[in-house]
């Protein structure tokens, strides 16, 4: 199992390695993610017909085909043409809604608990029968991570994995070419194609880092959201002053540096503002790009790009930048006054 879920698992962990970590052939697992959360929000149901979820599978895939044609590694797909007949007006509402339940859940009914080639200890759902008909009933785990204080932040997670999965399928830039930038005033994850002259952007910050951090502040393993409005909204915070830039001509702005943090943390009283985080803040932050590289999405091959190939020149260029700030900062370290046990 990935170090991702093994040092503090729990249901909420569980379903994001469902996302974060789970093998990329086809969009269906993401399509299947927000079909199970959009369900399970309207209440519990003792069984869920495969024609039911196939309205919601449906609705993503096609919502999805508009952002990018290339939803597969697959050259070509019977289901993903008819969903693309649907978005022409080829195709009518009941025959898209009839070849999901046939053609849509093929693999990933039994694919999706699976991870990194292991099956999950926990299950999201079931397959069963109800008067010979298909479907699915959600377990009790599906319902307990709902009613979590991470539930508004599941279906950006989700939606913020898809991006990133199908830019990289459809720039049709080799992944080790593709770079991930971000725009800090927008706070928004882009690619930018300097042979096309273009720019697209991919996903709020906000929602392709929360997933690896737990849905936690950084610093202090606070519980955090993604959710616009909330009282606890995380901050994007660069770990190391994004006003050192100049001086180092390093890529600050990288995703490698970039943090979900508690607004507390990042601007409270005694908040880091542009302080250098303690030393030991440096190896979670290790930690954590580590768990981006052992996914498989455009971020670990940016990273790798920013950082280093190896483990051992990502440690070396992480302590390098680091030593540099500090000494730059005046040699003061930060930490919050605050702090819950490791969550990751």
Same mark, same amino acid.
């Given at each position: 199992?990935?170090?991702?879920?093994?040092?503090?698992?729990?249901?909420?962990?569980?379903?994001?390695?469902?996302?974060?970590?789970?093998?990329?052939?086809?969009?269906?697992?993401?399509?299947?993610?927000?079909?199970?959360?959009?369900?399970?929000?309207?209440?519990?149901?003792?069984?869920?017909?495969?024609?039911?979820?196939?309205?919601?599978?449906?609705?993503?895939?096609?919502?999805?085909?508009?952002?990018?044609?290339?939803?597969?590694?697959?050259?070509?797909?019977?289901?993903?043409?008819?969903?693309?007949?649907?978005?022409?007006?080829?195709?009518? #509402?009941?025959?898209?809604?009839?070849?999901?339940?046939?053609?849509?859940?093929?693999?990933?009914?039994?694919?999706?608990?699976?991870?990194?080639?292991?099956? $999950? +200890?926990?299950?999201?759902f079931e397959v069963s029968k109800s008067d010979n008909t298909k479907g699915i009933i959600l377990t009790?785990?599906? #319902?307990?991570?709902?009613?979590?204080?991470?539930?508004?932040?599941?279906?950006?997670?989700?939606?913020?994995?898809?991006?990133?999965?199908?830019?990289?399928?459809?720039?049709?830039?080799?992944?080790?070419?593709?770079?991930?930038?971000?725009?800090?005033?927008?706070?928004?994850?882009?690619?930018?194609?300097?042979?096309?002259?273009?720019?697209?952007?991919?996903?709020?910050?906000?929602?392709? $880092?929360?997933?690896?951090?737990?849905?936690?502040?950084?610093?202090?393993?606070?519980?955090?959201?993604?959710?616009?409005?909330?009282?606890?909204?995380?901050?994007?915070?660069?770990?190391?002053?994004?006003?050192?830039? $100049?001086?180092?001509?390093?890529?600050?702005?990288?995703?490698?540096?970039?943090?979900?943090?508690?607004?507390?943390?990042?601007?409270?009283?005694?908040?880091?503002?542009?302080?250098?985080?303690?030393?030991? #803040?440096?190896?979670?932050?290790?930690?954590?790009?580590?768990?981006?590289?052992?996914?498989?999405? +455009?971020?670990?091959?940016?990273?790798?790009?920013?950082?280093?190939?190896?483990?051992?020149?990502?440690?070396?260029?992480?302590?390098?930048? #680091?030593?540099?700030?500090?000494?730059?900062?005046?040699?003061?370290?930060?930490? +919050?006054?605050?702090?819950?046990?490791?969550?990751?």
């Amino acid at each position: 199992m990935n170090r991702f879920t093994e040092y503090q698992p729990s249901l909420e962990s569980y379903f994001r390695a469902v996302i974060l970590f789970g093998k990329n052939s086809a969009s269906y697992k993401f399509a299947m993610a927000k079909a199970l959360l959009e369900v399970g929000g309207k209440g519990r149901e003792s069984f869920i017909s495969l024609q039911d979820i196939s309205v919601h599978f449906a609705a993503h895939i096609c919502e999805h085909l508009k952002l990018s044609d290339k939803q597969a590694i697959s050259s070509s797909s019977k289901y993903l043409d008819i969903c693309r007949g649907y978005n022409a007006g080829t195709v009518s #509402y009941d025959e898209l809604i009839e070849s999901t339940r046939k053609l849509g859940f093929v693999n990933v009914l039994d694919a999706f608990h699976n991870v990194n080639n292991n099956r $999950l +200890p926990v299950s999201f759902f079931e397959v069963s029968k109800s008067d010979n008909t298909k479907g699915i009933i959600l377990t009790d785990d599906m #319902y307990r991570i709902l009613q979590s204080v991470q539930a508004d932040s599941f279906e950006t997670e989700v939606e913020a994995r898809w991006r990133l999965v199908e830019t990289a399928w459809s720039t049709g830039v080799s992944s080790n070419m593709l770079k991930v930038r971000h725009d800090e005033s927008a706070e928004l994850l882009f690619v930018e194609e300097h042979d096309r002259g273009r720019r697209t952007n991919i996903t709020s910050s906000r929602d392709a $880092l929360n997933g690896y951090q737990k849905g936690k502040c950084f610093y202090c393993f606070r519980d955090i959201s993604t959710k616009s409005g909330h009282p606890d909204l995380a901050d994007v915070d660069h770990f190391l002053p994004h006003r050192l830039a $100049l001086m180092f001509e390093e890529n600050l702005d990288g995703v490698w540096n970039l943090v979900l943090s508690c607004q507390d943390c990042n601007r409270g009283s005694k908040g880091k503002f542009a302080c250098i985080p303690h030393i030991e #803040y440096l190896d979670r932050l290790f930690r954590r790009n580590e768990f981006l590289i052992e996914s498989h999405h +455009p971020l670990r091959e940016t990273l790798m790009n920013q950082t280093g190939r190896t483990r051992d020149k990502r440690i070396s260029y992480l302590n390098l930048i #680091y030593n540099l700030s500090l000494s730059a900062s005046g040699g003061t370290q930060w930490r +919050p006054t605050f702090e819950l046990p490791p969550a990751f």
